[in-house]
């Protein structure tokens, strides 16, 4: 049975860096089936999505925090993981990871973790 | 302002049909998906590629594509479908999105 858990700092200060992992069970982030992604949801409002990568293919982002994000993949530990740098008060939100078919037109999200809340704050 | 457009609530009784529209003007060449999220969890994905319900899904549940515009329905809402719908597929220029969402009410 597939399963995502994020896991990261609660809280981040303005201008430093996010940085969360998802870990995968059930599955392996090495398959050739499947992306991994992420999707935050600011606190009270809707879903934005940040942005998906594989093991073998290249990152792919919301343009609009392209210059701020990195997804990257650890093998070894069954791992995803999400940077994103100088982080203001519009960073806060539930963060989810979740699993992308990669046989799909776009990159939807089949599958999800139960998210975590990250505050930006002094 | 959203490129997927959806009413930001649909109230109906229990056992009456529900409909949750998403208007964009990719929706004649790209698929579009539905999320149910109920409160403070995780969204579910409800229906892929317009109309496939996913597995697990209920069969009340369904989806429909014409032009500009896609549509979930639930047929005999209950209870505990109640919460939030999300519709997802692409901006303008292909890059992913979701729309406003829209929460639904069955009492």
């Known amino acids: 049975q597939l399963q995502l858990q994020e896991s990261g700092p609660g809280v981040v200060k303005p201008s430093e860096t996010l940085s969360l992992t998802c870990t995968v069970s059930?599955?392996?982030?090495?398959?050739?089936?499947?992306?991994w992604g992420w999707v935050r949801q600011p606190p009270e409002k809707g879903l934005e999505w940040i942005g998906s990568?594989?093991?073998?293919?290249?990152?792919y982002y919301n343009l609009s925090l392209k210059s701020r994000v990195s997804i990257s993949i650890d093998t070894s530990k069954n791992q995803f993981s999400l940077t994103v740098t100088s982080v203001t008060a519009a960073d806060t939100a539930v963060y989810y990871c979740?699993?992308?078919?990669?046989?799909?037109?776009?990159?939807?999200?089949?599958?999800w973790g139960r998210g975590t809340l990250v505050t930006v704050s002094s | 302002s959203y490129e997927l457009t959806q009413p930001p609530s649909v109230s109906v009784s229990p056992g009456q049909t529900a409909r949750i529209t998403c208007s964009g003007d990719?929706?004649?060449?790209?698929?579009a998906y539905w999320y149910h999220q109920r409160s403070g969890q995780a969204p579910v994905l409800v229906i892929s590629?317009?109309?496939k319900r996913h597995p697990g899904i209920p069969e009340r549940f369904s989806g429909s594509s014409s032009g500009t515009m896609a549509t979930l329905i639930i047929s005999g809402a209950q209870v505990e479908d109640e919460g939030d719908y999300y519709c997802?597929?692409?901006?303008?220029?292909?890059?992913?999105?979701f729309g406003g969402g829209t929460k639904l009410t069955v009492l």
């Open positions: 979740a699993r992308v078919p990669i046989m799909s037109t776009i990159n939807y999200f089949d599958y």
């Open positions: 059930g599955d392996s982030v090495a398959t050739s089936s499947y992306y």
């Open positions: 990568g594989g093991y073998s293919g290249n990152p």
């Open positions: 990719v929706l004649p060449r790209k698929y």
């Open positions: 590629e317009d109309d």
């Open positions: 997802y597929s692409t901006d303008s220029s292909g890059n992913p999105m």
